[in-house]
């Protein structure tokens, strides 16, 4: 996701020619923006990194927010949110387009020009709010990626169980590695288990493909013996 938003807000950034182009995600408590380290800020420009009360929003920005529709300043003026610790300028006009995810407002992606006023072109507002539709669904791909990720790595954790050291006529040992992160989630599984008739069972098996769907047919093949 840290990659997704660094090249997203660099390259809108510099298409628009704006100072700034950043993320602020909504906080726990749905009462500020935390705008988020990966962002883009032009040359000589200092970067943000601070919480926002929604509090301190325009009157009504946040209500056109959650209903799904962009914010734009032409000129913000030099108010306390405006300026950093050393009273240099931070915003004298935005555009700020709402970010849903699952269907909720969950932040903005904000253009920013932090050295004069301007006044944004419709085709920029749409540009902007057409990137942030494309970022939310980029996000949401991403968090259900390492979501299944994550669930099929606990499986294939599950699966790759330690096996006797010693069977009746046999010492046995497991050395499992792979030559990619993301091979290791998936269809790999061993196991050596005693038969009914005193014999000893060897399996070694590869489900075809990788990811959830490949460690849960793991699962049934396993269970299965």
């Given at each position: ?194 038969l009914p008739d005193g014999r000893v069972g060897l399996v070694i098996a590869d489900v075809s493909g990788k990811g959830l769907s490949a460690a849960v047919q793991t699962a049934t093949v396993k269970y299965s013996l």
């Amino acid at each position: 996701m840290d990659e997704i938003l660094r090249i997203v807000t660099e390259r809108v950034g510099q298409a628009l020619k704006v100072s700034r182009c950043l993320c602020a995600r909504l906080s726990p408590a749905r009462d500020a923006l935390e705008v988020l380290s990966q962002q883009y800020a032009a040359p000589g420009v200092p970067g943000l990194a601070f919480v926002y009360r929604l509090a301190d929003c325009p009157p009504g920005a946040v209500e056109v927010w959650e209903a799904g529709r962009p914010v734009a300043s032409q000129d913000h003026g030099l108010d306390r949110v405006s300026l950093d610790a050393d009273g240099r300028d931070l915003t004298r006009a935005f555009i700020a387009c709402p970010i849903f995810l699952r269907g909720q407002f969950n932040g903005l992606f904000i253009a920013q020009q932090s050295d004069e006023a301007r006044v944004w072109v419709t085709d920029e507002v749409d540009f902007l709010g057409a990137v942030a539709d494309i970022l939310a669904l980029a996000l949401e791909n991403a968090r259900l990626y390492a979501r299944e990720h994550r669930v099929a790595d606990m499986l294939q954790s599950a699966f790759l169980t330690d096996i006797p050291d010693r069977m009746p006529g046999l010492t046995l040992g497991a050395n499992y590695s792979t030559g990619l992160d993301e091979s290791r989630v998936g269809g790999d599984y061993y196991d050596a288990f005693r038969l009914p008739d005193g014999r000893v069972g060897l399996v070694i098996a590869d489900v075809s493909g990788k990811g959830l769907s490949a460690a849960v047919q793991t699962a049934t093949v396993k269970y299965s013996l």
